[in-house]
């Protein structure tokens, strides 16, 4: 019998499977998540064992490391040194040894101890198979294996009640302290080896934050801080600029709030919004030139974005549910990738219905008129191409959360 490839799952199947995996795993004892546990990472792991090993092959985190293509990956991908570079041998035994983990405890990969040295084997070469095909598969993977850990711990209440919070300061500064707890249990961060185990707890946190935050839509973490907003795919990556960042060129050393002031400026000078129609200055009119998604930069909104682009969504280009007020910069480098406005970058598309989302709650909660969930509903019909949600907002939400892959 063909065993079925996880492409070809359910969500919940896949999920299922996952599952199994964890609670069949044996790990040897290997923390379930750490620093450089992250989707890229695992890609990159896992797309090496893949065309390396075979099923009975025990090998260990320097027989990964000593594979050329991986070697030429993480110099060209990471812009780090060789890995045969002395200076760097402790860096990268976390670099590999913490995603190999991470597939032992999901059982993917079977572990064991040899004298001090940890190996590891295929276990699951099917869902190794789909972590290695591409980065975005390999999101899927990590997003649902720290759903299925969570819930395995018996945890994940914690996070849906985040979900059904404000999602405040003090809402994140809760969910972190018992997540600085869950690892102590599950992992004895602080027992050994960790002279700040109150800082590496909060980073790991940010590992497994960001990838459920961006999957249900919520606010994550940055800088031991609530986010202003929805994650985005590269909030999640390692040891690279944040996806804003990486639009506009922002140099490192300069903070975010700085270099957003500079971009609202530079766009400022570059040509007025064209063929601009009356719906569109009413919905720029109805937010009072404030943005729509949260923002920094300061700037006024005086751009309205079709979320649905209008060339490929004609019918599309007046419903006001599909419009969102934001400004220049959002508009010119993030929405459109290299201020090309043929294109929308599909992240920032999923989390701008969520934002538009929240606009239409509070129009319908006033009693305005301007908005409705009837409208939204029907962007996403056409936009998505998939039958229409119930007209509310807990179907709606659902509706853009499964747009995630």
């Given at each position: 019998m063909t065993e079925t490839p996880y492409d070809s799952l359910s969500d919940q199947d896949f999920a299922e499977r996952i599952r199994a995996g964890i609670q069949s795993a044996d790990s040897a004892g290997a923390r379930w998540i750490d620093q450089k546990v992250t989707y890229d990472n695992l890609f990159l792991v896992a797309n090496s064992i893949e065309r390396a090993f075979g099923d009975d092959v025990?090998?260990?985190?320097?027989?990964?490391?000593?594979?050329?293509?991986?070697?030429?990956?993480?110099q060209r991908e990471y812009?780090?040194?060789?890995?045969?570079?002395e200076a760097a041998a402790n860096e990268y035994d976390k670099f590999f040894s913490q995603p190999l983990n991470a597939l032992a405890h999901a059982?993917?990969?079977?572990?064991?101890?040899?004298?001090?040295?940890?190996?590891?084997?295929?276990?699951?070469?099917?869902?190794?198979?789909?972590?290695?095909?591409n980065e975005t598969q390999a999101r899927a993977f990590l997003i649902q294996y720290l759903e299925q850990t969570l819930r395995e711990f018996g945890w994940w209440w914690r996070f849906e009640a985040y979900l059904d919070s404000d999602q405040t300061q003090d809402d994140y500064r809760d969910l972190k302290s018992q997540f600085v707890r869950l690892l102590e249990d599950t992992t004895g961060i602080g027992s050994r080896g960790t002279s700040q185990p109150g800082v590496e707890s909060g980073r790991i946190f940010t590992k497994v934050m960001n990838p459920l935050a961006f999957k249900y839509l919520a606010r994550g973490s940055e800088r031991g801080r609530v986010m202003e907003s929805i994650p985005s795919r590269?909030?999640?990556?390692?040891?690279?600029?944040?996806?804003?960042?990486?639009?506009?060129?922002?140099?490192?050393?300069?903070?975010?709030?700085?270099?957003?002031?500079?971009?609202?400026?530079?766009?400022?000078?570059?040509?007025?919004?064209?063929?601009?129609?009356?719906?569109?200055?009413?919905?720029?009119?109805?937010?009072?030139?404030?943005?729509?998604?949260p923002y920094s930069g300061g700037g006024k909104a005086r751009h309205v974005h079709h979320i649905f682009p209008k060339s490929q969504f004609p019918q599309l280009s007046e419903v006001e549910e599909n419009l969102l007020a934001i400004t220049s910069g959002q508009h010119l480098f993030e929405a459109h990738p290299n201020g090309n406005t043929q294109t929308v970058e599909p992240v920032f598309q999923r989390?701008?219905?969520?934002?538009?989302?929240?606009?239409?709650?509070r129009s319908v909660e006033k009693q305005d008129g301007m908005y409705s969930y009837e409208g939204l509903a029907k962007v996403l019909e056409i936009g998505y191409g998939i039958p229409r949600p119930e007209s509310n907002y807990a179907a709606i939400k659902a509706a853009i959360i499964s747009q995630i892959y």
């Amino acid at each position: 019998m063909t065993e079925t490839p996880y492409d070809s799952l359910s969500d919940q199947d896949f999920a299922e499977r996952i599952r199994a995996g964890i609670q069949s795993a044996d790990s040897a004892g290997a923390r379930w998540i750490d620093q450089k546990v992250t989707y890229d990472n695992l890609f990159l792991v896992a797309n090496s064992i893949e065309r390396a090993f075979g099923d009975d092959v025990w090998f260990d985190r320097f027989d990964v490391a000593r594979i050329a293509s991986v070697q030429q990956d993480i110099q060209r991908e990471y812009g780090k040194p060789n890995v045969s570079d002395e200076a760097a041998a402790n860096e990268y035994d976390k670099f590999f040894s913490q995603p190999l983990n991470a597939l032992a405890h999901a059982g993917v990969l079977d572990s064991r101890r040899v004298s001090r040295t940890r190996k590891y084997r295929v276990n699951d070469r099917s869902l190794l198979r789909y972590i290695a095909r591409n980065e975005t598969q390999a999101r899927a993977f990590l997003i649902q294996y720290l759903e299925q850990t969570l819930r395995e711990f018996g945890w994940w209440w914690r996070f849906e009640a985040y979900l059904d919070s404000d999602q405040t300061q003090d809402d994140y500064r809760d969910l972190k302290s018992q997540f600085v707890r869950l690892l102590e249990d599950t992992t004895g961060i602080g027992s050994r080896g960790t002279s700040q185990p109150g800082v590496e707890s909060g980073r790991i946190f940010t590992k497994v934050m960001n990838p459920l935050a961006f999957k249900y839509l919520a606010r994550g973490s940055e800088r031991g801080r609530v986010m202003e907003s929805i994650p985005s795919r590269f909030d999640l990556i390692y040891n690279r600029p944040n996806f804003r960042d990486l639009n506009s060129k922002k140099p490192k050393n300069q903070t975010r709030k700085q270099f957003a002031l500079e971009r609202e400026q530079e766009a400022a000078l570059l040509p007025e919004q064209t063929n601009v129609t009356r719906t569109m200055r009413e919905v720029r009119k109805y937010h009072r030139d404030i943005s729509e998604v949260p923002y920094s930069g300061g700037g006024k909104a005086r751009h309205v974005h079709h979320i649905f682009p209008k060339s490929q969504f004609p019918q599309l280009s007046e419903v006001e549910e599909n419009l969102l007020a934001i400004t220049s910069g959002q508009h010119l480098f993030e929405a459109h990738p290299n201020g090309n406005t043929q294109t929308v970058e599909p992240v920032f598309q999923r989390n701008a219905l969520v934002y538009k989302l929240r606009s239409v709650r509070r129009s319908v909660e006033k009693q305005d008129g301007m908005y409705s969930y009837e409208g939204l509903a029907k962007v996403l019909e056409i936009g998505y191409g998939i039958p229409r949600p119930e007209s509310n907002y807990a179907a709606i939400k659902a509706a853009i959360i499964s747009q995630i892959y």
